[in-house]
């Protein structure tokens, strides 16, 4: 009888937890996915969220991969939790890579995440333990989740000029401007290769004038590098990140195996950061240990076992280099004949920036209405942007594609 009474006073006085909730608009890029799959009309392209392509279109799992894998399945005798960190070896092998081989290991920290995102995450709540007062520059646009992700996080956001829409170029002179001009101690998010979603990267000498800023002023590099291999080649991709860890005393490399790896849905990246000298080194090593413990304890095992075995086996290695060429090369065929396609299906309109953007992405450069037009009356999906993601094209539907942009555009 007491039980009764109870619950029914519960009942009167407790309002239902999620009753003030209203519906999240969705996601501008993972929205895409679900709309694109339920169009049922064959000749549909999907240029919306970013994964590679095959020339069938499929995004199968590499084969390199699939070894890894299979050496693990007939290896791995245990899957108890591993640590905050990860794994060792697979995070010694990760330092080589996007620090290259004169890495500055006595004062770097790296440690395995739950995919770029995971590190983006962690960085923003070390961001906020260390100098909770300080913003994060971020280049306009940038990837549409960094400002959610980080922002939601807590972390203050502050744009910097990047991408000219109108002659689609950099605007290097604004950007510097604004960096000039950027307190000592804030922090700069800088993408390291294949820009996302421009395409468009700073020349060698931008980066070069990019550093001279950052160490004059006594800015926070904090590297986004998901797109390694995919640019010119692993180590040019990685060049922004070597040039500044040679001239700062700290910075943060955010990094993603979702791409060049194709590890996507297993969630593998690291977080590196790079501190003054070996004493801080320790400190910042728990601090970010004990924080990952906060949020989602340790990081998933399996992807970034399986590239640890491809990074520390010279066969694997070799084979995967292959197929990320494969990758690179497939991309920059795609911009090649886009652009041929549109010069014969709209020889009004420039669209040479798709050659002079690299990785997976770059800005058709139409408006919003015209992207939801392609939409609705061609099935073209690509975010409202107007960003596209290059994979999504192979010879069978270029020609569809440009058509159907030609259409949309001349209809104004
Ligand atoms: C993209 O930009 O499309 C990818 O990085 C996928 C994502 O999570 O947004």
């Not at 890495?103 to 590190?119: E, K």
């Not at 180590?235 to 993603?256: F, K, Q, T, W």
Request: charged residues 25%.
């Amino acid at each position: 009888m007491r039980a009764c009474k109870h619950d029914q006073l519960f009942k009167e006085r407790s309002k239902p937890l999620f009753e003030s909730l209203t519906a999240a608009s969705a996601d501008a890029i993972l929205g895409l996915i679900a709309e694109y799959r339920d169009d049922p009309r064959p000749q549909k392209i999907d240029l919306g969220v970013g994964v590679y392509r095959t020339p069938e279109g499929d995004t199968p799992v590499l084969k390199v991969v699939k070894h890894a894998e299979q050496i693990l399945v007939d290896t791995q005798d245990s899957k108890a939790y591993i640590g905050t960190a990860g794994a060792a070896d697979f995070n010694l092998a990760m330092q080589a890579l996007i620090f290259g081989a004169a890495s500055p290991d006595d004062r770097l920290v790296t440690i395995q995440t739950p995919g770029g995102s995971g590190s983006l995450r962690v960085a923003a709540g070390m961001i906020l333990r260390s100098s909770p007062n300080a913003s994060v520059w971020v280049s306009d646009p940038t990837w549409a989740n960094h400002v959610p992700l980080l922002g939601g996080a807590g972390v203050k956001l502050k744009p910097y000029p990047y991408y000219d829409t109108k002659n689609h170029v950099i605007k290097i002179d604004e950007m510097l401007a604004a960096l000039r001009a950027a307190p000592a101690g804030d922090v700069v998010l800088l993408h390291a290769c294949c820009h996302n979603p421009s395409g468009l990267d700073p020349s060698v000498e931008d980066w070069q004038a990019i550093a001279d800023i950052i160490v004059d002023r006594k800015l926070i590099p904090f590297i986004d590098s998901a797109y390694q291999g995919f640019g010119e080649d692993l180590d040019r991709d990685a060049y922004p990140i070597r040039l500044l860890a040679e001239r700062v005393p700290e910075m943060m490399v955010a990094n993603s195996c979702s791409k060049n790896f194709g590890l996507y849905r297993d969630r593998v990246g690291t977080l590196s950061l790079l501190v003054a000298d070996r004493a801080t080194r320790d400190v910042v090593n728990s601090q970010v240990n004990n924080l990952v413990r906060t949020i989602y304890s340790v990081p998933p095992d399996h992807g970034a076992a399986v590239v640890s075995l491809i990074l520390n086996n010279k066969d694997l290695h070799d084979e995967w280099i292959i197929e990320l060429a494969q990758m690179r090369e497939r991309l920059r065929d795609m911009r090649v004949r886009l652009n041929d396609a549109l010069i014969e299906k709209t020889p009004d309109r420039d669209f040479s920036h798709l050659l002079r953007a690299t990785g997976m992405f770059c800005f058709l450069g139409i408006t919003t209405a015209e992207v939801l037009r392609l939409k609705k009356d061609f099935g073209i999906y690509m975010v409202d942007s107007s960003r596209i993601n290059v994979a999504g094209i192979t010879v069978k539907n270029v020609n569809y594609l440009a058509e159907s942009i030609a259409a949309t555009l001349q209809r104004g």
